[in-house]
Structures are given as structure tokens and as C-alpha cells.
């Protein structure tokens, strides 16, 4: 008996949570005000691998000194992205009760607890961070600050793009599909490489080998954001460049689904596509192969590092709306996939 009221409780309650009947029709609303990417003043370079990651569903890890605007870099991307499909914005709203089409900027800082990234709650499930950035952008800001058990803790919804919370003898699985976006500076001063720095070497390398594995696998684009000189910070604002940058992804998009069929993000590309000289996703050009082949004989070249290469350097080939990868193609996307400012350091032993 107690068992079948807790059943009738639970089925009110899981129903009060998931008002997935009878839900209004949502209405197209008007996209809220977020900074046009012009704004950001020099970092053209930077502004580039945005583009490219936007576009290419691609994660991203972006270092460089503080100040230097890798916050206000990243708060752009919802303005560059179209808006959410139907079936994003039903699930956003029977979740969170959002009925905005605009795709959200969710900003964990690096003391949230497990239960603020993931969910958790007391009597019941309640969604965390990476539900309240579904179908959007997840930035994690001082990303190498976070406890290792919460970035941990992402390994496995950044996989299945979704988490199953269970509180109170109820069971609820929250969506969790987002955009990764981490931010970091280069040693615990912060600014190795860009600045005099007052950091010991090992200081150095121990700080880099704090960001976790799991999470560095899944990075595609690597964009170092370097200070900015006087003339840069003194130019004037590019009316308008956020439009410009979606005009540009939706062209993209089209030419993709028209082309290829291929109705994912590049950065769902299957491995084993980019190791097929003839694959119908990935259609190299003989020049293009010939250039990915010459890279990725390198020492130490990876496995995950060459599927980055392939991934990124489709997604640039399709801003172009160039059917074929070219050699040209690969070496833009080599400046954006090199992580050798993490691993070059980080690999070698501490001292
Ligand atoms: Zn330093």
C-alpha cells in the first residue's frame, strides 16, 4: 500500500516535472540582445576559429592571458548560431520552462559543485548546468581550477547528450546536448607565452596537466587569444559582423545538406570516415590527402589528432562551400587544431 501511494506520488510529481502535454505552441520571439562579435576588438584569428566551431558544432578550448576576452568571445556565439529546432525548444521548455529560440550562454565558474554542473537536488531531480546549456553553449571558465571529480563527471553526458538524475524514488533523464567552451589561461600567473612570466617551469607543466584527459580528447579547436596591441584596442567596432557570421553558417548548413546529405555537425564525423580516402563526408581532394598524409606522419601525431584535423578542416572547406578538402584547407585548420601549447608542455616529464 505504501509502496503504491509512493508510486502515485512519484507519478505526480514526474508528471508536474515533464508537462509534456497540453504544452502551449511555442512562438518565435524575437532574438534578445547579445554582443555582435564585432565588438570584440582585434583577435581576428580567434574570431575565425569561433566561426569555424560555431558552424562545425566543434568544442573548443581557448587560452591566453586574463582580460584579454575569451569570456566576451565565447557570450557571442549564441548571436552566430541559428535558432534552436522545434524538438531543442520542446525540450528546453519541459525542462526548464524556457520558451526563448535563441540558443543559451551557460557560464559554470570553476567552484560549482558536481551537483550544480550535472544536477542532483533533495526530494526530486533537478537539472544542473549542462541541461540549462542544452541545445547552446556550456563555457567553462578557469577550466584547469575545476575539482577533477567534476570534470569527470562530464565525461559521460557529453557522450550519451544526456543524464539520468534519480532523488526521492524518482527517475528523470534531462537532456544535456551543448556546445563545450573552456577558458584558460597559460600558467598560474598567466602570461606564459604572451608576457614576462614570473612562473617556474614546473610550476608551468603541473598547471597544464591539471585539464583533465577526457575533456582535452574531446576539444577540436585550440585558439589562443594574445593581447591586443594599441591600434587594435583604439579601432573602431564591424557593424554587424555577428549577421555576417550567421548569414555565412546558414549558407554553410545548406551547402552540407545539400551536397553531402550530411544533416549532423562535422563534429559528429565518425572516425573511421576521416581514415577513408574515399569517403562521401570527408571528399578529399588528391592534394588535400596528399597534405594530410605528409601531417600526419609527424612524431607523435595521434589518432584523435588526426581525426581533428580531418573534422576541422571539412567544416572550413564548407565556409568556402568547397566540395573538396584542398591542401589549403588543411594547413588553416592545422593553425587551429594545435594544442601544442597543453601538450607540448604537459607531455614532457615534470622536473
Ligand atoms: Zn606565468
Known amino acids: 500500500m505504501l509502496n503504491l501511494l509512493k508510486d502515485a506520488v512519484s507519478k505526480a510529481v514526474y508528471e508536474y516535472l515533464r508537462p509534456e502535454d497540453n504544452q502551449p505552441t511555442l512562438i518565435e520571439q524575437e532574438r534578445p540582445q547579445v554582443t555582435c562579435i564585432g565588438e570584440v576588438r582585434g583577435q581576428e584569428d580567434a574570431k575565425i576559429g569561433i566561426l569555424i566551431a ?52 551557460v557560464v559554470a565558474g570553476s567552484t560549482c559543485s558536481e551537483t550544480d554542473l550535472l544536477g542532483g537536488g533533495r ?10 546549456a542544452h541545445g547552446g553553449i556550456l563555457f567553462l571558465d578557469e577550466i584547469v581550477h575545476f575539482k577533477k571529480e567534476v570534470i569527470e563527471g562530464l565525461r559521460a553526458p557529453m557522450e550519451d547528450k544526456q543524464i539520468t538524475i534519480r532523488r526521492g524514488g524518482i527517475t528523470t533523464t534531462f537532456p544535456a546536448n551543448f556546445q563545450l567552451i573552456g577558458a584558460m589561461n597559460p ?16 610550476e608551468i607543466k603541473r598547471y597544464l596537466k591539471r585539464l583533465s584527459g577526457p575533456i582535452l580528447d574531446r576539444i577540436d579547436i ?6 591586443t596591441t594599441s591600434q587594435e584596442f583604439f579601432s573602431p567596432p564591424t557593424p554587424n559582423q555577428s549577421n555576417a557570421f ?25 572516425g573511421h570516415h576521416v581514415a577513408d580516402p574515399s569517403s562521401k563526408l ?70
Open 123 to 132: 526530494t526530486h531531480p533537478k537539472s544542473g548546468y549542462i541541461t540549462q
Open 222 to 227: 585550440f585558439l589562443s587569444l594574445g593581447t
Open 54 to 105: 560555431a558552424y562545425g558544432g566543434h568544442d573548443v578550448l581557448m587560452i591566453g592571458p586574463p582580460g584579454e576576452g575569451k569570456t566576451l568571445l565565447a557570450s557571442t556565439i549564441p548571436g552566430i548560431l541559428p535558432t534552436l529546432t522545434e524538438e531543442e525548444r520542446r525540450a528546453r521548455y519541459r525542462y526548464l520552462a524556457d520558451t526563448s529560440s535563441l540558443r543559451p550562454f
Open 246 to 270: 550567421l548569414a555565412r553558417i546558414k549558407e554553410a548548413i545548406n551547402f552540407r545538406e545539400l551536397g553531402r546529405n550530411q544533416y549532423c555537425s562535422n563534429s559528429y564525423i565518425p
Open 187 to 202: 600558467c598560474p600567473c598567466g602570461y606564459h607565452g604572451y608576457a614576462e612570466c614570473s612562473c617556474k617551469e614546473g
Open 282 to 351: 570527408l571528399c578529399w581532394s588528391e592534394d588535400g590527402l596528399g597534405r594530410f598524409k605528409q601531417v600526419i606522419d609527424a612524431p607523435k601525431f595521434s589518432g584523435r589528432k588526426r581525426v581533428r584535423l580531418g573534422r576541422v578542416a571539412r567544416s572550413y572547406a564548407d565556409l568556402y562551400f568547397d566540395k573538396y578538402i584542398e591542401e589549403h584547407h588543411i594547413n588553416a585548420a592545422l593553425k587551429f587544431t594545435d594544442d601544442s601549447i597543453i601538450e607540448g608542455e604537459a607531455d614532457e616529464e615534470l622536473t
